[in-house]
T-cell receptor
Framework: DTGVSQDPRHKITKRGQNVTFRCDPISEHNRLYWYRQTLGQGPEFLTYFQNEAQLEKSRLLSDRFSAERPKGSFSTLEIQRTEQGDSAMYLC???????????FGSGTQLSVL | ELKVEQNPLFLSMQEGKNYTIYCNYSTTSDRLYWYRQDPGKSLESLFVLLSNGAVKQEGRLMASLDTKARLSTLHITAAVHDLSATYFCAVDNSGGSNYKLTFGKGTLLTVNP
């Protein structure tokens, strides 16, 4: 159990490009979450999965954002046609229904130029 | 819409002093969390408060919850430099343990020698 792992740690891209981030949750955690954090703010909920099912998406998540968790293990978050406003830290977290806390990864820092 | 407000947003204190961070939230919730974040690092779970009157303590930190007042406090006793970090409160108003958390903006704590 090495914690929640996210890759890459940093991503710099040009406006209009597509980017994809990966999250590997803690083994056997059936719930996986994506949050976004901008400078000086607390994290904002984006979406979550229970196993492979995406159960909820925030209204903050525009059509350019898509998340998958194909086999109920790792997850990917893709942003198409990136905009400067997408620049943020994207955090992944996991847990089980029996635990009373979320375990967060170190995040992927996205900079859109 | 749930709003979570923390104050102060910035706190500079001397080692050995006591202080309290306040977290107010706008709608009924049964779960409140406190997290710590060090610069460039992920969020670390400190406390989860599940019921009115709940009090939890770990080292120099003590958290409490008053659901009637919709208020949680994080009390710091005899601060030490290692406590310097950003502290977030977060509320889960999903009606269960879905971890669709709404975070405050965070309190940046600096403990000076």
């Amino acid at each position: 159990d090495t914690g929640v792992s996210q890759d890459p740690r940093h991503k710099i891209t040009k406006r209009g490009q597509n980017v994809t981030f990966r999250c590997d949750p803690i083994s056997e955690h059936n719930r996986l979450y994506w949050y976004r954090q901008t400078l000086g703010q607390g994290p904002e909920f984006l979406t979550y999965f229970q196993n492979e099912a995406q159960l909820e998406k925030s209204r903050l998540l525009s059509d350019r954002f898509s998340a998958e968790r194909p086999k109920g293990s790792f997850s990917t978050l893709e942003i198409q046609r990136t905009e400067q406003g997408d620049s943020a830290m994207y955090l992944c977290a996991s847990t089980t229904g029996a635990l009373d806390k979320l375990f967060f990864g170190s995040g992927t820092q996205l900079s859109v130029l | 819409e749930l709003k979570v407000e923390q104050n102060p947003l910035f706190l500079s204190m001397q080692e050995g002093k006591n202080y309290t961070i306040y977290c107010n939230y706008s709608t009924t919730s049964d779960r409140l969390y406190w997290y710590r974040q060090d610069p460039g690092k992920s969020l670390e779970s400190l406390f989860v408060l599940l019921s009115n009157g709940a009090v939890k303590q770990e080292g120099r930190l003590m958290a409490s919850l008053d659901t009637k007042a919709r208020l949680s406090t994080l009390h710091i006793t005899a601060a030490v430099h290692d406590l310097s970090a950003t502290y977030f409160c977060a509320v889960d108003n999903s009606g269960g343990s879905n971890y669709k958390l709404t975070f405050g903006k965070g309190t940046l704590l600096t403990v000076n020698p």
